[in-house]
């Protein structure tokens, strides 16, 4: 008998709203206009943590029963994903050619040509010097396509029978992705001494945008869906868990410089990203106050707003339309709403029916 396919996560769907959004305002405002939750803004980038965390949950949450019996065909596994993935993505690329100039004068003649072979085919991340060719947000891709590589392998793992070993092996991925990192402020292979959100260096990029640098934390959240199963989803205890992580991620942040740019970057906040997904994946108010069926709509559409947003806000802006149509005086603020807006539409009117199309396409191919 075919396993069947768990319920779906709502709240952590609301979620992935406010987490793209805040991506958002990472790149385009200035923190200080977001009053306390400034420290949260100021350090945007925590959101694609969270995501490549998230991303390993929910493939293990829907798979890993399924793969662990015997029924996850990797095939169709890989062709449902690249269809799910790469509609959009080819998007960003094609809205993103008027970067090739820019790109051109940048890099080394060789190296602007790998770019321009490697970015298609979700490879650029793996050089630091060409990961945000073209389109800064689609290294992402880069690292989550190789992921969902090797995932099918990674589902197989053995289901944990008792919770306390389980907690000592994540405790260790944990450990593991909090080594680059550390490597990085001890032996400052860059020179900087003290690096943040605005420092470059050829080895923070690659702390930043390589794959294997945040291998640790899609593993952690592939672990943690084994975890989810271990406790109830009415346990009270996972709504004191979810608040937990909010508020001490909110104090870490709060704390600024005094918590090393390198560390924070992607693996310092692991557990907490943890204790929030858990919360949410249960049955309590938290998760109930996120299910809200408007950010659900729109979380629904985080995807295009993470990968478009650059694409997007440059439309927006060379195009001058706010000024052109004297609504320029509500900006940013518009811009924002606009982009949630064609973020919605990506998803309906090109992922969606790319999605169904490719899916037909190979559905044919392999018959």
Request: glycine content about 8%; hydrophobic content about 55%; proline content about 7%.
């Amino acid at each position: 008998m075919e396993t069947r396919k768990p319920a779906p996560l709502h709240a952590l769907t609301g979620l992935r709203c406010f987490a793209a959004l805040n991506i958002v305002f990472f790149h385009f405002s200035n923190p200080l206009w977001f009053g306390f939750l400034a420290p949260v803004v100021n350090a945007g980038f925590i959101s694609v943590s969270y995501f490549i965390l998230l991303s390993g949950f929910v493939l293990a949450y829907n798979y890993a029963d399924r793969a662990r019996k015997g029924q996850l065909d990797r095939t169709r596994f890989w062709e449902a994903r690249f269809t799910r993935i790469y509609p959009i993505y080819l998007l960003s690329l094609i809205l993103s050619l008027g970067q090739l100039k820019g790109e051109y004068a940048d890099h080394t003649h060789p190296m602007f040509w790998t770019g321009v072979v490697l970015t298609p085919l979700l490879l650029q991340g793996w050089i630091p010097a060409i990961s945000t060719f073209l389109n800064t947000p689609a290294w992402t891709m880069s690292a989550e396509a190789f992921f969902y590589v090797i995932f099918p392998w990674l589902a197989k793992w053995k289901r944990p029978e008792r919770m306390a070993p389980h907690l000592w092996k994540m405790s260790a991925v944990w450990v593991v992705g909090l080594i680059p990192g550390a490597l990085y402020m001890y032996f400052h292979p860059d020179g900087i001494t003290w690096p943040d959100r605005w420092s470059y260096g050829v080895w923070l990029w690659a702390l930043k945008y390589t794959p294997y640098a945040h291998l640790a934390s899609f593993v952690f959240g592939v672990m943690l869906a084994s975890l989810n199963q271990m406790i109830d989803k009415a346990n009270p205890i996972r709504f004191w868990l979810g608040l937990f992580g909010f508020g001490a991620i909110f104090g870490i942040l709060s704390m600024g410089p005094l918590v090393p740019y390198a560390i924070i970057h992607d693996g310092l906040l692991m557990p907490l990203f943890g204790c929030i997904i858990l919360g949410l994946a249960g049955t309590n108010p938290l998760a109930t106050a996120l299910s809200w069926k408007p950010l659900v709509f729109v979380g629904e559409a985080s995807y295009c707003l993470y990968l478009l947003h650059f694409n997007l806000w440059n439309m927006l802006h060379d195009s001058a339309v706010l000024q052109r149509l004297g609504v320029a005086r509500f900006d940013p603020w518009l811009s924002y709403a606009l982009m949630i807006v064609m973020a919605l539409a990506a998803l309906h009117f090109v992922e969606k029916p790319a999605q169904r199309i490719l899916r037909g396409w190979m559905h044919v191919w392999r018959d």
